[in-house]
């Protein structure tokens, strides 16, 4: 039925209007990120609007990218769900869905976010980019996943799928990433006991947030050096991001 729905869509939709040079360069950008020429930059322009520029504005949501990375929530399910059963075709559904947790995880997508560019296009506003938020997980994983939802919306289910294989599925040893644990902290305590070191420690580097929507970045210590930052909207769930963040760079 959303197949269908996106097909009717198009056909019944308006030309585009004609470029300004602010535009083209626009498109320029985000068919180099995407690798597909965009056609409603409007949509990618929400995409990429966090909800902090129009703080204070009625329906707001209407305008950030809020309601995009719902979208794009659920399209980037289904393809790492077909991508993984067709792989996996002998294993039972535990495996497929904690293996599809990994790879669609904020700190997963915050990651291919910053690796792709993505980071740079996000439109916040200054108080928050003052704080750190242009590189904050969150963000930049709702970015990622509202991208794809307009992806999906501008192109129908082929554009976004070709794009989720290429940043997020082409090249992974997905076996290797089933195998690694998902306790960090205790994989990380584990690879500083072998080297003779001491034991990792934690460190809230930020809070912020209204109490009811607080979040804590946090930084893993290994030997003396900071080696690893995770941000979380709990202070176990940050140090589980900076411990794998650390564990990736000790194992480089």
Known sequence: MAWKWWSERKRSSEAPAPRTDADVAFASRIEAL???????????????????????????????????????????????????????????????????????????????????????????SNEAREQGAADNTSILADALEAVIGALYLDHGPDAPQAFVLRILLEGRDLRALAARTDNYKSALLEYAQAQGWEQPTYAVTLAEGEPHERTFTIEALVNGRAMGVGTASTKKAAEQIAAEQALEKLER
């Not at 399910?77 to 002998?90: M, R, T």
């Not at 293996?99 to 916040?124: N, Y």
């Open 34 to 124: 995407t690798g597909t020429p965009p056609v409603d930059l409007t949509v990618y322009r929400r995409a990429l609007r966090h909800r902090s520029v129009l703080r204070g504005e009625k329906d707001s949501y209407l305008e950030s990218n809020e309601r995009l990375e719902f979208l794009g929530d659920a399209v980037l399910e289904i393809i790492v769900s077909a991508h993984l059963f067709a792989e996996f075709p002998a294993v039972n559904e535990g495996f497929l869905s904690r293996l599809r947790a990994k790879l669609v995880s904020g700190q997963a997508l915050a990651d291919v976010a910053r690796s792709c560019g993505l980071a740079e296009l996000i439109e916040i």
